[in-house]
């Protein structure tokens, strides 16, 4: 991902939420995402960023952004650990089912992997059932840590997947 890239990222991003997570997570929240501020959060983030965050994204033939995945170092809390943590996984709604998501996945997988990381976690939305039908067809499984997300005031649970990245 590039400084070019972060419109049509937050695009993809805020479409994917608004697709999602509808019935998940205040409507109103939903309705307040805002490609712009979104763009410039991701434009910040780059030029800010240690390189520890692996920013991919899948473009269509003709070039045009088809997803997004970002991975890193696992987070737990503030500390980083040497664990990855996959941070994000949007497509155009009508990309659904079409592969991108999984080639996504599958890169994000293979280039930590390459970096040592010998496990990836991830946190999904606990009544996200299409996300976790993904990742557990993905190899990834609950492993029983639970945590609610806040958002607008509300707090909705999400729960931790894992895949050892390694044999």
């Known amino acids: 991902m590039t ?10 991003r805020v479409r994917g939420w608004q697709h999602a997570y ?3 997570v205040p409507q109103s929240y939903l309705d307040g995402l805002d490609v712009a501020a979104d763009a410039e959060r991701h ?10 965050v692996l920013d991919l994204v ?6 045009e952004l088809a997803g ?12 980083r650990t040497p664990d990855a943590e996959l941070y994000a996984l949007y497509l155009p709604p009508e990309r659904i089912g079409r592969g991108v998501g999984r080639a996504l ?28 039908r ?14 609610p997300f806040e958002v607008a ?7 931790r997947y894992a895949r050892d990245l390694t044999g």
Do not use: Q
């Open 3 to 12: 400084a070019a890239d972060c419109e049509g990222v937050a695009a993809i």
């Open 43 to 52: 434009r910040a983030r780059l030029s800010a960023g240690d390189g520890s």
């Open 105 to 132: 996945l599958t890169e994000a997988s293979r280039r930590c992997a390459g970096a040592g990381r010998r496990r990836m976690y991830l946190w999904v939305l606990k009544h996200n059932t299409r996300a976790r």
């Open 153 to 159: 005031g509300v707090a909705v649970p999400e729960v």
């Open 68 to 79: 997004w995945a970002a991975c890193g170092p696992y987070r737990d809390g503030e500390v």
């Open 58 to 63: 899948a473009e269509t033939g003709g070039g």
């Open 134 to 147: 993904f990742y557990e067809r993905a190899g990834f499984a609950p492993d029983g840590a639970e945590e």
């Open 22 to 24: 509808r019935g998940l």
